[in-house]
């Protein structure tokens, strides 16, 4: 990447406007036309959101998305949208046993709905909060059950089976931190309370050993901030076996939203456990120190792996990338014939970048947190604009260019193209609402946007 030093937070004010106008159209236009009965809504083909028989984990970003949009403008229109289809179709998320995608689901909206009421941007009511915090506390203990034991600790497994640590769970485990801080706990054979705070800390800590890189000699391909999608373990024995990708190339490279996931994750929780005295958190240091290293690793891969405008190729080891020529040190190009780009995954990084740096910043590492900070602001200043910012009004997407699953040819390719490109993903529209949110909100001076602002 080449870091826009010189950029200002507020000199994207203009295009976040923009941007929300927008945004509120593409809500309407998919509740207006989108048959639900098909499924949850995942990606577009030729403009029209369709959806894709995996898991049910779009549907959260879906409704979590016009939660965004009312906290950004105050449009009632979208927050009733999200109260009514929140309260009609999210409840079997709450109690899904099969999936590692709570915190994707039911933060995104009964989170959201909650934040919100805590911060007075909705009216108090003492039911409504009690059926939102109520949700909260299931989904976090039901996704804690989901639970593999290895040695010295344990992670929530992926949809795959026990066997499976993927690295985009650790933007799920927040589903796990706010069950806590609501009081709750995973209550077990023999009435055993289990602790979700110990479980969240136990698949950070698996996360950031097995998923992340550092350089130091693991493989020969080890290198600073590296992600493996998929972390394999032998679950007779509890000991990690080798790693792999669902959606990425290889085990070998990196796919980039997975290496998004792991930089939004790592540093959202770092903000969290940051909070938490000596009394609360023993280990408070030693787990501070460990995520902080995992979001540095990551970002700085991400900023070193990644095109000049800031926007990544879909995997940094995929083959057609030799075609390409320097591709890295100039801006991405979404209608090459070659590798198509991943436009979700720079929306999920912006986030951690910007999240990162505004915490280094806070802790006096002004170097290290303005380079973070510019980079987030880099990414987005290409995202918001075309040919990344959907401005067709017949197209049911917010952000083109995102790719759901490549190995399995999911995503369209236009005719006379060898690559798919110009289409658009629940996931990578919500993120980046939810970048803009955040932004938005650093620029107004408003209250900081996390999570975990629900008591």
Known sequence: MKIQTGVQASELSG?????????????????????????????????????????????????????????ATGE????????????????????????????????????????????????????????????????????????????????????????????????SVRVLVISHCLGHFLQAEGDIKISLQDRAIQHLAATAKYSIFYNEDRDIYDVWGRTAHESVFNVKDGNFRCSGSQQGYTGFSTWTRGLAWAMCGFAEELEWFDTLNEKELSEKKSLITLLLKGAQATCDFYINHTPANGIPYWDTGA?????????????????????PVDSSAAAIAAQGLLRLGKYLQSKDDTV????????????????????????????????LHSIYHRPNGWDHIPQGSKIPYGESSMWGDYHAREAALYLQRVINNETYYTFFNIQ
């Not at 959101?49 to 970003?61: I, P, S, V």
């Open 15 to 71: 295009k976040l406007k923009k941007f929300w106008e927008i945004s509120g159209e593409k809500i309407a236009l998919i509740e207006k036309n989108y048959n639900a009965s098909k499924g949850s809504p995942v990606f577009t083909v030729n403009g029209s959101y369709t959806t894709r028989g995996w898991t049910e984990w779009t549907q959260g970003f879906q409704y979590g998305s016009a939660i965004l949009q009312y906290d």
């Open 76 to 171: 009632k229109q979208a927050l009733e949208l999200a109260r009514n289809k929140t309260v009609t179709v999210m409840s079997p998320h709450i109690s899904h046993t099969g999936v590692h995608d709570h915190g994707f689901n039911n933060v995104s909206t009964y989170g959201n709905l909650l934040r919100l009421m805590h911060e007075g941007s909705i009216p108090y009511n003492e039911w409504e909060k009690n059926f939102y915090t109520l949700a909260l506390k299931i989904s976090g203990a039901v996704q804690a059950g989901r639970w593999t034991i290895i040695k010295n600790g344990g992670f929530i497994h992926s949809f795959n089976g026990p066997h499976s640590l993927f690295v985009d769970t650790i933007r």
């Open 319 to 339: 083959p057609g990338l030799n075609n390409l020529g320097d591709y890295l040190n100039k801006p991405a190009d979404p209608f090459n014939n070659f590798e």
């Open 368 to 399: 290290n947190g303005n380079r973070y900070w510019q980079a987030g602001l880099t990414v987005l200043h290409t995202l918001l604009d075309e040919p990344y910012l959907s401005t067709n009004k017949n197209h049911q997407g917010l952000i």
